[in-house]
């Protein structure tokens, strides 16, 4: 008898605070461990060799949410990460991920699976530091310092949102400037250079 999923995976908060009409669970994976997506590894024709594609991408607001089979819940490094990779929705579906061109994908995205149903993609919360500045030019300035360390940052609201990590610490301490730890979504701007990998710390 296959060994049970791991607890992570069995989540059902999201799931329940999900969209509309996302449809009762599938035969789960037994063996998929969180995180949501997984890069290829060891086996890996083998089984994505059960499973159905992603092939398609669109955009948020450009689908209705309510026609989603399942959610998918993906980190911003998740979100960000290059190549095909298998994921597990928050209902237990098992897919591929493998669209053309590997593109970043954001909260509200759809996935579209080869059979035509559609996946929600939903940004997990993550640790974040939220920056705050008494004028937009200090609010500016520190986006600039944090942006020539290529960082990735997140701006609106008239605050700034970084993930939780040294670097970044280091930035705004050095700088004096008013910041507080939050938990949520990461969606952070694209630039015009690359980025530091979520992961690694280094530029990708």
């Known amino acids: 008898m296959p060994a049970p999923a791991p607890a992570a995976v069995r989540r059902t908060a999201v799931a329940a605070a999900g969209p509309r009409g996302v449809g009762p669970a599938s035969p789960r994976l037994s063996g998929i461990p969180a995180p949501a997506c997984r890069p290829d590894g060891e086996g890996a024709a083998v ?9 398609s991408l669109h955009r948020a607001g450009a689908w209705q949410e309510d026609a989603a089979r399942d959610a998918v819940v993906l980190s911003y490094a998740d979100r960000s990460r290059l190549g ?9 579906l098992a897919f591929v ?3 053309p061109g590997a593109p970043v994908l954001h909260d509200g995205d759809g996935l579209e699976l080869e059979d035509g149903s559609l996946v929600l993609v939903r940004a997990a919360d ?3 530091v939220e920056v705050a500045a008494a004028t937009p030019d200090q609010l500016a300035r520190i ?25 970044g610490l280091r930035v705004l301490e050095r ?11 990461f969606d952070p701007d694209g630039g015009a250079g690359p980025m530091r990998d979520p992961d690694r710390g280094r530029s990708a």
């Not at 095909?84 to 237990?92: N, Q, T, V, W």
């Open 47 to 55: 089984v994505e060799a059960l499973l159905p594609r992603a092939t």
């Open 126 to 128: 993550e640790p974040l």
């Open 143 to 167: 986006a600039w310092h944090l942006g020539s360390r290529r960082l990735p940052c997140e701006i609106g609201g008239g605050r700034l949102r970084i993930r939780d990590e040294p670097d």
């Open 97 to 99: 991920l493998d669209l």
């Open 175 to 185: 700088l004096g400037a008013r910041f507080a730890r939050v938990r949520a979504p």
């Open 84 to 92: 095909r990779r298998r994921c597990l929705g928050e209902g237990g």
